[in-house]
C-alpha cells in the first residue's frame, strides 16, 4: 500500500524531471539529439504520471474502504445501543 509520503516522494521526484526537461530544453545543443533527449523525458515523466495515478487510484480505493466499514461499525453500534 502507498501512503501519502510516498506520494509525496513520487511528486516531488516528476517536478525535478519536469525542471530537467525545461532546463534541457533551453541550452541548445545538437537539433536531433536535443529532440532525442525531449522525447525520451517527456516518456519518462508520462510514466511517472501514469504510475502516480495508479498510486493515487490505489489509496483511495484504501480510504473508501475504510470509511464504508466505519460505518458499518457506527451502524451496528447504534443499533445495539438503541434496539
Known amino acids: ?3 501519502i509520503m510516498d506520494l509525496e516522494g513520487m511528486v516531488a521526484t516528476m517536478v525535478v524531471v519536469l ?3 525545461v532546463e534541457e530544453v533551453t541550452v541548445v545543443v545538437d537539433q536531433e ?3 532525442t533527449k ?3 523525458m517527456v516518456a519518462v515523466v508520462e510514466d511517472m504520471m501514469v504510475t502516480m ?3 493515487i487510484l490505489e ?3 484504501v480510504v473508501v474502504e475504510t470509511i464504508m466499514i466505519l460505518e458499518i461499525i457506527v451502524d451496528n453500534s447504534s443499533q445495539i445501543m438503541d434496539p
Open 1 to 3: 500500500m502507498v501512503d
Open 19 to 21: 525542471v530537467i526537461v
Open 33 to 35: 539529439d536535443m529532440e
Open 38 to 40: 525531449v522525447v525520451d
Open 53 to 55: 495515478k495508479e498510486e
Open 59 to 61: 489509496v483511495t480505493m
